[in-house]
């Protein structure tokens, strides 16, 4: 059985699913249904808004790609046994334009650009005060790879930052 519920909506929210429902063709009650189930299943699944944010973000404009960590290994495992300075130069020149990207997203000091990468499951964050960031790798072939996009990232866009390796770690300290 259906039961009805008034809710109170300010001129934004309004504004917003007016638009939804224009985009939907589903009727406001069938919109706000689907909207409840969506939050529903986000809440069950235990996700953020921010990691939700990000992904959307990586993934919408279809600039990133969804990587099962196996895959990711194996790639990571041939990449240890080169020592192609090539491969590394490239690494550079992302990282460089990414600091542009970033900042054009807001992403400008080191810890919402740690926390935005972290996203993307190379590391996993642990702030231990002062300015001083633990990163924990998934993988421990990785380092040098997330070692030199990040140190490109803060040289691209000025943050003096220094990046320690431990083991499977990295070590992030701001200047």
Do not use: C, P
């Amino acid at each position: 059985m259906a039961e009805r519920l008034s809710v109170s909506l300010d001129d934004k929210s309004k504004e917003k699913l007016e638009k939804m429902r224009k985009m939907t063709g589903k009727s406001t009650s069938e919109l706000i249904r689907d909207l409840i189930d969506l939050g529903y299943d986000i809440y069950q699944l235990g996700v953020d808004t921010d990691s939700l944010e990000a992904w959307v973000d990586y993934l919408a404009k279809r600039q990133h790609m969804i990587l099962d960590i196996e895959h990711w290994r194996v790639i990571f495992n041939e990449i240890e046994g080169v020592n192609n300075s090539e491969f590394w130069r490239q690494m550079e020149e992302i990282g460089l334009s990414h600091a542009v990207q970033y900042k054009m997203k807001g992403l400008d000091t080191v810890e919402k650009i740690l926390r935005y990468v972290e996203k993307a499951n190379w590391y996993e964050i642990k702030d231990e005060g002062n300015g001083v960031y633990t990163l924990i790798l998934n993988d421990l072939k990785i380092k040098r790879f997330v070692k030199t996009f990040l140190e490109k990232v803060f040289e691209g866009q000025n943050l003096k930052a220094e990046i320690k390796e431990g083991f499977g770690k990295l070590i992030v300290v701001e200047k």
